[in-house]
């Protein structure tokens, strides 16, 4: 496993406000990193320690080995970085924003003008490459943003909410795009959405108030949720006593929760011990004793309450 | 340095995409020449030289330079690309150089615009064209001092309008520093030397020589230390908002 972009202790502070708090984490080559957290929890603050924008007060990243701090133009030569809001000189026409962008990346010439085609296609900005950038519709704008950042093809890519205020299709876009370029970088993606990170990353990290409170991938943070693996059954009000009966004789099963009983149907939800699966032996108790049921489905704990349980579980105990 | 081209090529082109150049060339001629003929006396003089016409370049830089400087740094901050330009592989001082070469060639470009005046000066007599050259030389510095000042003052806000005021003000105080305005100010309590010191800050005293036709080594010396040090502090700011 190549470790491509690694925060050592990270800290930031603005005045009195601690925005990043000893943060520690690794990228390897391969990896779509998911950096989750509430608005303000020090998510850009991070990336812009790790792409150079920022100096830390504390601690070191490196990129490919290489301090950002010590060496910023080599480590800066190695990063795709797309800021929050995609910023772009807007009076600039995209074709000539990514042909400055592409210079100051060190190309010339045929070599200039084959990457910014390359990276012309690959965001799919060919029908605006003579407008100002000014001009465009927000997706678009954050078309030339994403350009600029892979341009170069880039070991590492860190991009600071790329899907914000996108629509559904762009959304899929840019995600898509990640995915196809995931595999021989190190990518950080930051957001607020959860079903990005299930979409796109191959492991999240949680951060709350500069620290990081989770890390792990999507299926490891869902098992974090007392509900994961449970099985939610929906009955006939006439068969509910007897059903509940035979899911609390299973050996699998921790409890059995009833739901309030609505035009004639209840909720049952069998919460199985420890996490583990327990859908087959329900379903064969189930068939076994023939009770007749409307509705079955294992519940895979939703990621967004899990990061509500962990940021607000945090926040309690920080007040405490 | 290839870097500080690449940058100065691309502010060259937004002040000319953005009619920022139009703008500023046309007005600047407009009152060069306006200051020259109607307030500078030029034909009344009956002399055969420029200095009806480089006499107020110091005041019409005062209210120009300022607002070319402005935008350098904090429209980059306002609208966020400081982040996207600072995370590119350039250093600080290559993006400082940059964007001050693109400014000061602009203002020099806006400044040869003005050579009708000399062909006129040469049609109608036999001006000294030395002096001239100098002149040209000596307000060709002058631009970039207040630029230096312009653009280390623009570093430290977003505000553009702030951005003008201040370093309008400091640019006008170093334009005055030779007069009683601001000696008058120190000279009750200041020792003697440091009163010499602040009046040789003078942009006018400087200047008055250069269109004279004396420039001189100190001349030189103080614009271009002057754009040095602003210059230099700019960079500090830079690096010290990135710590900041």
């Known amino acids: 496993m190549q470790v491509l972009v690694e925060a050592d202790r990270l800290r930031k502070t603005f005045g009195h406000i601690v925005a990043v708090d000893e943060i520690s984490l690794k990228v390897a080559k391969g990896e779509v990193l998911g950096f989750l957290g509430p608005n303000g929890a020090g998510k850009s603050t991070t990336m812009k320690m790790l792409t150079g924008f920022l100096e830390p007060d504390a601690g070191t990243a490196r990129i490919c080995g290489i301090s950002v701090s010590e060496r910023p133009k080599e480590a800066k030569a190695l990063i795709g970085y797309l800021p929050e809001g995609a910023p772009a000189y807007g009076d600039m026409t995209a074709g000539a924003f990514l042909r400055f962008i592409a210079e100051i990346r060190g190309f010339d010439g045929s070599e200039k003008a084959k990457r910014v085609a390359a990276a012309v296609e690959r ?41 914000d205020g ?13 995915a196809e370029m995931a595999k021989d970088k190190a990518i950080i993606v930051s957001t607020h959405i959860l079903e990005e990170v299930e979409a796109v990353c191959t492991r999240a990290v ?56 609505q035009n004639g149907h209840a909720q049952l939800r069998a919460i199985p011990k420890g996490g583990s699966m327990i859908a087959p032996e329900v379903a064969a108790i189930l068939s076994e004793r023939s009770l007749p049921v409307a509705e079955l489905y294992v519940e895979r704990g939703r990621l967004d309450e899990v990061f509500r349980k962990i940021t607000s579980e945090e926040g309690l105990r920080h007040h405490a | 340095m290839r870097n500080v081209l690449i940058i100065a090529k691309r502010e060259l082109n937004a002040y000319f995409g953005t009619g920022l150049a139009y703008v500023f060339a046309v007005i600047f001629v407009a009152l060069t020449g306006a200051f020259a003929f109607f307030i500078g006396n030029f034909f009344e003089r009956g002399q055969a030289d420029l200095q009806a016409f480089f006499q107020y370049h110091p005041w019409l830089y005062l209210l ?19 982040e996207l330009l600072m995370t590119l592989p350039v250093t600080t001082g290559e993006a400082i150089l940059g964007k001050f070469v693109a400014a000061w060639a602009f ?16 049609y109608l007599g036999e001006p000294d064209n030395g002096v001239i050259l100098t002149s040209y030389i000596g307000s060709f510095l002058m631009a970039g001092a207040f630029l230096a000042i312009g653009s280390c003052i623009s570093a430290l806000t977003k505000n553009q309008v702030i951005a ?59 614009y271009l230390s002057l754009i040095a040090f602003f210059l230099f502090a700019n960079a500090i700011i830079i690096e010290q908002r990135k710590a900041a």
């Open chain 1, 123 to 163: 965001t799919g900005l060919e029908r605006v490459v003579e407008q100002p950038i000014e001009t465009l519709s927000k997706g678009f704008k954050r078309r030339v943003g994403l350009a600029q950042a892979i341009l170069h093809d880039p070991a590492v890519l860190i991009m600071d909410e790329p899907t």
């Open chain 1, 166 to 178: 996108l629509d559904p299709n762009q959304k899929h876009h840019v995600r898509s795009l990640i």
């Open chain 1, 206 to 261: 949680v951060i709350d108030r500069g620290r990081i409170v989770a890390d792990g991938t999507a299926e490891e943070l869902q098992r974090r949720m007392p509900y994961h693996n449970a099985v939610a059954i929906k009955v006939d009000a006439a068969h509910v006593d007897a059903v509940a009966s035979a899911l609390g004789s299973l050996s699998g099963v921790q409890q059995v929760e009833r739901g309030a009983i």
């Open chain 2, 64 to 82: 120009l330079v300022p607002a070319v400087a402005m935008r350098l740094w904090a429209e980059e901050r306002k609208s966020g690309t400081i």
């Open chain 2, 107 to 122: 203002i020099g470009f806006a400044l040869l615009l003005t050579v009708p005046m000399w062909i006129t000066v040469n």
């Open chain 2, 164 to 222: 003008f005021i201040v370093a309008a003000t400091l640019c006008f105080l170093l334009v005055m520093s030779g007069s009683d305005l601001v000696l008058n100010f120190f000279r009750g309590w200041a020792p003697r030397v440091l009163v010499d010191a602040i009046s040789s800050l003078s942009f006018l005293t400087h200047f008055d020589q250069i269109i004279r036709g004396v420039i001189s080594l100190s001349s030189l010396f103080f």
